[in-house]
């Protein structure tokens, strides 16, 4: 399969505990993006990648949260302290240029409980 | 805050039907994309339509475009009960980062 793959597909995690999500791109792809999505609602940016480069985040990111793509490859994202409002699907998608198609994987759903 | 907002907000229809659904946005964009989501899974790339094109087909998909009303509609014909999805269209904002997502339209084919 050479689609956008994340692992694990489901996280449950007490509050309080640290979480990290990895998402491997479609190989070609240089760029790489994560969303966040609630119940019912469309997807949120929350940060890309050019190769290795972090090039956006959005307020949505807070301080918990740090993504890195050492050697522009497979991404992490991690989550600190977990809070009941980090549960969500977090949704990581790639394309090979600034305007093209965005290819997303399957998402990794986290309940904080 | 979302770029892009989706109308109807549901739809069910008969199997055989053809649905349309209708995106509008409120800022300049380089392209808009629709995409299917099956309940509790990842987006599915249906089309993407770039600011320069008013119409584009795909199976029995068609999207169009009007910059003018900063608007876009999803036409899925024949529909069947596998169509049953949500159906979310994104745009960039102008520049080239991130998407931007509606809420999304749920659809629901009936056999």
């Known amino acids: 399969d050479t689609g956008v793959s994340q692992d694990p597909r489901h996280k449950i995690t007490k509050r309080g505990q640290n979480v990290t999500f990895r998402c491997d791109p479609i190989?070609?792809?240089?760029?790489l993006y994560w969303y966040r999505q609630t119940l019912g609602q469309g997807p949120e940016f929350l940060t890309y990648?050019?190769?290795?480069?972090?090039?956006?985040k959005s307020r949505l990111l807070s301080d918990r949260f740090s993504a890195e793509r050492p050697k522009g490859s497979f991404s992490t994202l991690e989550i600190q302290r977990t809070e009941q409002g980090d549960s969500a699907m977090y949704l990581c998608?790639?394309?090979?240029?600034?305007?093209?198609?965005?290819?997303f994987g399957p998402g990794t759903r986290l309940t904080v409980t | 805050s979302q770029q892009g907002e989706e109308d109807p907000q549901a739809l069910s229809i008969q199997e055989g039907e053809n649905a349309t659904m209708n995106c509008s946005y409120k800022?300049?964009?380089?392209?808009l994309q629709w995409y299917r989501q099956n309940s509790g899974r990842g987006l599915v790339h249906l089309i993407l339509?770039?600011?320069?094109?008013r119409e584009k087909h795909s199976g029995r998909l068609r999207v169009t475009l009007d910059t003018s009303k900063k608007s876009s509609s999803l036409l899925i014909t024949a529909s069947r009960a596998a169509d049953t999805a949500s159906y979310f269209c994104?745009?960039?904002?102008?520049?080239?980062?991130?998407?931007?997502f509606g809420a999304g339209t749920r659809l629901a084919v009936h056999p």
């Open positions: 998608a790639s394309s090979s240029g600034s305007f093209d198609e965005q290819y």
């Open positions: 190989s070609e792809h240089n760029r």
């Open positions: 990648f050019q190769n290795e480069a972090q090039l956006e």
């Open positions: 800022t300049s964009i380089n392209n």
């Open positions: 339509i770039r600011s320069n094109e």
């Open positions: 994104a745009t960039d904002d102008g520049g080239y980062n991130k998407l931007i």
